[in-house]
């Protein structure tokens, strides 16, 4: 019983961030043993004890031990911005310790509340305010995702999101820590609170009720006999070669997807619309004012003319001779102009976008959807990119070399091809649900790049595991499209239908099966579970602070 007590204090708080950090890598891919979720933040409700010694130390030792998580997680971002990593994984690393906490204050203050429901509604809260909210979001390594391995334990998301998904699985956490609670109490012969009976009898019903909801929605689902076939490219550029990218390997990339896209059209099943990933277009130009401007400087500038019709024609003529349409992921210009043309060789321009381009007979389509929401710190800083100057000092320091010149784009475009709507969010995008759901068609066409995982292959299965709950939310199948991989189709369940291998050039046809017939209530109601539940959070920690000053008061 010492030694037990001598964790009731900043030791535990070391040791539960540290176990609470394993559970999670073990649960997330590559490992994938899922069922750890269940127990992940169990060390950390534990030590919210009200009775812990050292508080505030204990909290910070919870972020400390759960680091190394962290860094493993965001380890692949270091080749990227070395001084970034460190910054980035301590961030990430608050959040525990920001739980634990919160929750015992809440405890402390409201002896009266079950751990159980407290649990989940401050879990998911903190969740939902860095998933969506902070720094724009980051809405990676939910403690819901891993539960996608099983249909039914992630059947909730079509209900309420992922967020729900979370608090679910956090009130089974809770429960574990009652009944642990109650076991050693019982073992002292001390007397046990009925709070705890109650709530784990709550959670029982609210989990019966949410479970049956999810299935009868499961159930009423209905899938068209004919799946939408596309044709998928997957290159395999590294980013190490894609930030300088000479002319002479663009060519010759250009010819492996031009030919890899013959192939895709010409084999049977032929399919319904071909897909290149995220701007892996190897030309400068692909949009119909750019390359207007461009045939303008022909006499002034003829070997960048003769360039960007190089690989603009072989797009066109390739689609025309197919007679298959084709979406291009490429950079895109407003304002295009050649006469502000600077010493170093750039060119003017009055906007840039990340943007996907149908071709279809032979010409660009007038419509492109262009990226809504960019990579925090990946596109832009959040807050610190409405001042530029310091913006750009910041990279110099911990990105030389980046630039963040990519603007939004203002609405969202679909593409309709055989009465069939697709949404191309590009990369980062399929991770954020409110675009998504906003972006809603009949597929989910996810172009993205993800070479700037490098060898880490278990960075693209986060980023595949995280887009695929858009699947579960909206019911609606999934394609990547994916530069290095993983690129692969996934159905209304989020369930794998097939991928292809991570860093290999490859294509396939992938079918996608169709809906025709779904409730869908999350794609209504949005995250209101997740609101719901941060708001409850910041109020009831609020509460602590007002409680306090009037017992002070009183005092």
Not at 125 to 141: S, Y
Not at 207 to 229: D, G, K, N, Q
Not at 355 to 365: D, H, K, R, T, Y
Not at 389 to 396: N, S
């Amino acid at each position: 019983m010492r030694s037990f007590d001598r964790l009731n204090g900043p030791l535990g708080g070391l040791c539960a961030g540290m176990l609470h950090g394993a559970c999670m890598v073990l649960a997330f891919p590559p490992a994938g043993v899922w069922p750890l979720v269940f127990v992940a933040i169990v060390p950390l409700v534990w030590v919210s004890s009200p009775r812990v010694r050292r508080p505030r130390l204990t909290s910070t030792l919870v972020a400390i031990g759960s680091l190394p998580a962290w860094m493993y997680f965001m380890h692949w971002t270091a080749a990227i911005s070395s001084a970034g990593f460190a910054p980035l994984a301590v961030y990430l690393s608050l959040w525990p310790g920001i739980f634990v906490h919160g929750l015992r204050r809440i405890r402390r203050a409201h002896p009266g509340w079950s751990i159980v429901p407290l649990t989940a509604v401050v879990w998911t809260g903190l969740e939902f305010l860095r998933g969506e909210v902070v720094f724009h979001g980051f809405a990676w390594f939910l403690l819901g995702h891993p539960t996608i391995a099983s249909p039914w334990l992630s059947a909730p998301g079509v209900l309420g999101g992922q967020y729900l998904v979370s608090a679910l699985v956090a009130a089974l956490n809770g429960v574990i820590v009652v009944r642990a609670s109650a076991a050693m109490r019982t073992e002292r012969n001390e007397t046990s609170s009925d709070h705890g009976s109650r709530a784990e009898a709550f959670t029982a019903v609210a989990l019966i009720v949410v479970y049956a909801v999810s299935a009868a929605l499961r159930l009423h689902v209905r899938v068209a006999e004919t799946p939408f076939r596309i044709g998928v490219v997957q290159s395999n550029v590294p980013q190490s070669v894609r930030g300088a990218w000479p002319l002479e390997a663009r060519i010759a990339d250009f010819e492996t997807l031009i030919s890899r896209t013959v192939m895709l059209g010409t084999d049977a099943p032929t399919p319904d619309v071909i897909v290149w990933p995220e701007t892996m277009f190897p030309g400068d130009f692909f949009d119909r004012g750019s390359l207007a401007a461009v045939a303008q400087v022909r006499e002034k500038y003829p070997v960048l003319y003769d360039v960007t019709r190089h690989f603009a024609e072989g797009v066109l003529s390739a689609q025309r001779g197919l007679g298959v349409p084709l979406i291009v992921g490429t950079s895109t210009y407003d304002g295009l102009s050649f006469e502000r043309v600077s010493q170093t060789g750039t060119w003017g321009f009055d906007h840039r976008y990340n943007s996907a381009v149908l071709v279809i007979e032979g010409e660009i389509a007038p419509d492109r959807y262009d990226k809504m929401r960019l990579a925090p710190f990946g596109e832009e800083m959040p807050y610190i990119s409405a001042w530029p100057w310091l913006e750009q000092r910041l990279l110099a320091f911990g990105a030389s070399g980046m630039t963040f010149d990519l603007a939004k784009g203002a609405r969202p475009v679909r593409f309709a091809i055989n009465e069939v709507t697709l949404t191309t969010p590009i990369c980062f995008e399929a991770t954020v649900t409110s675009l998504v759901r906003r972006l809603d068609g009949d597929v989910i066409v996810n172009m993205t790049n993800d070479g700037w995982y490098g060898a880490f292959d278990g960075g693209r299965r986060h980023h595949e595991l995280t887009a695929r709950w858009r699947c579960v939310e909206l019911a609606r199948p999934l394609v990547r499209v994916a530069n290095t991989g993983i690129s692969g189709v996934f159905d209304h369940t989020g369930r794998t239908i097939n991928v292809l291998p991570a860093r290999q050039e490859s294509h396939a046809v992938f079918e996608a099966p169709l809906v025709r017939r779904a409730w869908r209530p999350y794609a209504a109601i949005g995250n209101i579970f997740g609101w719901t539940f941060s708001g409850g959070t910041i109020l009831a920690w609020c509460g602590t602070y007002i409680n306090r000053r009037r017992s002070a008061d009183v005092a």
